[in-house]
């Protein structure tokens, strides 16, 4: 199978339209989104939302650069990869750290190792543009991505207390750290 990262096209209303139907998604919402209430939790995605994400200029403080990409699977939209720099809510404080994303929006494509093959092509584009770390937040209760950041060789260093609602509690945010 052959896995590529392209640029998402935040004009295409094909792209825009899968990623609100994964954010959306029952399975989904309550492992790739921050929640502060049930009435957060609730709430739909629409695809002209998503076209709002598009990456910005930062605010002239600290490099905020965004890319985001759709992850191909045998040219096929599986799911959706970012990584951003200088971002304010890192606890790694050092420069060039890179904040990972990662949502593997269709079901087909979960469970089946391909996390960590999107997951290499993620930290090329971090070297590639200059990143020497990376730092990503996981819910506690997501041991998939735990398990597969754990055998990427992240370490957990941090955690951020009752970040996201979900269930009826609030819950922790893991902080993984690595060396790119
Ligand atoms: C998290 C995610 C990127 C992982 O990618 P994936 O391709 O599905 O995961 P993999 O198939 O590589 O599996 C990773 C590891 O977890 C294991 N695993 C699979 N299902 C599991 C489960 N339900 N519980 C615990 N471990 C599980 C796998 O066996 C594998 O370990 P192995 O290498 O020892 O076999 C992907 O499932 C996803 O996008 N999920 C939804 C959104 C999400 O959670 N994003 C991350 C937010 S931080």
Redesign the pocket.
């Known amino acids: 199978m052959k896995f590529e990262l392209r640029p998402f096209d935040f004009d295409s209303a094909e792209d825009c339209g899968l990623m609100a139907k994964w954010s959306n998604d029952p399975e989904?919402r309550h492992?790739?989104r921050v929640n502060a209430s049930d009435a957060d939790y609730a709430k739909f995605v629409t695809p002209e939302e998503v076209s709002g994400w598009r990456p910005r200029p930062g605010d002239g403080k600290e490099d905020r650069r965004k890319w985001s990409w759709m992850c191909l699977a045998d040219g096929v939209p599986v799911?959706e990869c970012s990584l951003q720099l200088g971002v304010p809510h890192r606890l790694w404080k050092e420069p060039d750290v890179a904040w990972f994303?990662?949502?593997?929006?269709e079901a087909s494509?979960?469970?089946?190792?391909?996390?960590?093959?999107?997951?290499a092509l993620l930290e090329d584009e971090a070297r590639r543009i200059g990143a020497t770390r990376a730092e990503?937040?996981?819910?506690e209760f997501?041991?998939?991505?735990r398990?597969?950041y754990e055998?990427l060789g992240y370490e957990r260093f941090g955690s951020v207390s009752e970040l996201t609602w979900w269930n009826g509690k609030f819950w922790t945010d893991f902080r993984y750290r690595k060396n790119l």
């Open positions: 989904l492992l790739a799911g994303g990662i949502l593997l929006g494509a979960r469970g089946r190792g391909l996390g960590r093959a999107f997951f990503l937040g996981v819910f997501n041991t998939r991505a398990r597969l055998k």
